[in-house]
């Protein structure tokens, strides 16, 4: 039987960047997952990567930041290496300032993203482009954003997984665990988690959204109202999300979706016409603190966790793979202590 170095349980966007990461520093690697590759929410179509708000800075804000900064070379490997598109692209986004209020708000961000973005992109208010796409604003007036980018989540899993497999690695149904094992099994392991300890350590949280047949590729992505529009690369907007903390079932969509995609078309017109060619629904983990849970499993004795990335986990996916890997093949611990697993206990 072959040496394997590293077990990941969960063929997810964690699962299996913490696979690529390993692979890429020699180690034998193979992926178990039941369900098979991008099945959970990681299989979803929306892939807005965008920045937390430049300002009350904290670690969780800086891990981000540095992940996003990663994401350029990391797609890229991916993408040589499979020779699959992962539908990435750093193009922006815009938002629509509504009142005097926002429009102070958004100035004063300025300065801090001038500081914590270091350079590598800015936060700008600006008047609202007269191209069609930007929406209408209150004021006249847009932020945007340079640090956001987009990727096409179920395109992007799937890459990796071929990633995974040209490098060596093995997926698989199922299997038996060996050398250093990882979970990252998403809601139904936290879920596990919750059925073991005296307190919810984290849930699901149902999201749903759509795809919508309008080529606006190489565009800024959108931000109003708390919906997301993103144009991705292959000539499709995508739509999203609704948050569900009680739903029956994950995987069906109803008017919650319909009243999305209704206020996506009216902050944006020029989708006014744009047919519906997708629903989608699905469950993202959401650890107790929202933050990521990564580090020594809380429940398994030699065992590790990278699970919980609430809304973040293709933007955070990057750094944390390459964290996990310091951990699991070097024994170092970069992880910040507001990501630790027991933080959550």
């Given at each position: 039987?072959?040496?394997v170095?590293?077990?990941?349980?969960?063929?997810?966007?964690f699962?299996?960047?913490?696979a690529?990461?390993?692979?890429?520093?020699?180690?034998?690697?193979q992926?178990?997952?039941?369900?098979?590759?991008?099945?959970?929410?990681?299989?979803g179509?929306?892939?807005?990567l965008a920045?937390?708000?430049?300002?009350?800075?904290?670690?969780?804000?800086?891990?981000?930041?540095d992940?996003?900064?990663?994401?350029?070379?990391f797609?890229?490997?991916?993408?040589?290496?499979?020779?699959e598109?992962?539908?990435?692209?750093?193009?922006?986004r815009?938002?629509?300032?509504?009142?005097?209020?926002?429009?102070?708000?958004?100035?004063?961000?300025?300065?801090?993203?001038?500081?914590?973005?270091?350079?590598q992109?800015?936060?700008?208010?600006?008047?609202?482009?007269?191209?069609?796409?930007?929406p209408?604003?209150a004021t006249?007036?847009?932020?945007?954003?340079?640090?956001?980018a987009?990727?096409?989540?179920?395109?992007?899993?799937?890459a990796?997984?071929?990633?995974?497999?040209?490098?060596?690695?093995?997926?698989?149904?199922?299997?038996?665990?060996?050398?250093?094992?990882?979970?990252?099994?998403?809601?139904?392991?936290?879920?596990?988690?919750?059925?073991?300890?005296?307190?919810?350590?984290?849930?699901?949280?149902?999201g749903?959204?759509?795809?919508?047949?309008?080529?606006?590729?190489?565009?800024?992505?959108?931000f109003v109202?708390?919906?997301?529009?993103?144009?991705?690369?292959?000539?499709?907007?995508?739509?999203?999300?609704?948050?569900?903390?009680?739903?029956?079932?994950?995987?069906?969509?109803?008017?919650?979706?319909?009243?999305?995609i209704?206020?996506?078309?009216?902050a944006?017109?020029?989708?006014?016409?744009?047919?519906?060619?997708?629903?989608?629904?699905?469950?993202?983990?959401?650890?107790?603190?929202?933050a990521?849970?990564?580090?020594?499993?809380?429940?398994?004795?030699?065992?590790?966790?990278?699970?919980?990335?609430?809304?973040?986990?293709?933007?955070?996916?990057?750094?944390?793979?390459?964290?996990?890997?310091?951990l699991?093949?070097?024994?170092?611990?970069?992880i910040?202590?507001p990501?630790?697993?027991?933080?959550?206990?």
């Open positions: 039987m072959a040496t170095d590293i077990t990941v349980m969960g063929a997810g966007v699962g299996l960047s913490i690529f990461a390993c692979l890429r520093r020699g180690a034998a690697v992926v178990i997952d039941p369900n098979g590759v991008a099945a959970g929410a990681s299989g179509i929306v892939g807005a920045p937390h708000v430049p300002e009350q800075w904290n670690p969780k804000k800086e891990f981000q930041r992940s996003l900064f990663m994401q350029p070379a797609w890229a490997s991916v993408e040589d290496i499979s020779g598109p992962t539908g990435y692209a750093k193009t922006g815009l938002q629509p300032i509504a009142d005097t209020a926002a429009l102070v708000l958004a100035q004063s961000r300025t300065a801090g993203a001038d500081l914590h973005w270091q350079g992109a800015q936060w700008q208010v600006m008047p609202a482009p007269d191209d069609g796409w930007s209408p604003s006249g007036q847009v932020i945007n954003d340079t640090m956001t987009l990727i096409h989540p179920r395109t992007a899993t799937n990796l997984a071929a990633a995974v497999v040209a490098m060596g690695g093995t997926i698989a149904p199922a299997g038996v665990a060996r050398g250093q094992v990882v979970w990252a099994t998403g809601w139904q392991g936290l879920q596990t988690l919750n059925q073991n300890h005296h307190r919810q350590i984290g849930n699901g949280v149902k749903q959204a759509a795809l919508l047949d309008y080529d606006a590729a190489g565009k800024p992505q959108i109202d708390g919906v997301h529009i993103v144009p991705h690369l292959n000539g499709t907007v995508a739509i999203g999300s609704t948050s569900e903390r009680e739903f029956n079932d994950a995987h069906s969509t109803d008017e919650q979706l319909d009243d999305v209704a206020k996506a078309k009216q944006t017109p020029i989708l006014a016409d744009a047919p519906v060619i997708e629903k989608w629904a699905g469950v993202r983990p959401r650890s107790r603190s929202r990521p849970m990564l580090g020594h499993h809380p429940q398994r004795t030699g065992e590790f966790i990278a699970n919980g990335g609430f809304k973040i986990g293709f933007g955070m996916a990057p750094k944390i793979a390459d964290v996990m890997a310091d699991m093949l070097e024994n170092v611990d970069r910040p202590p990501f630790a697993a027991d933080a959550n206990l």
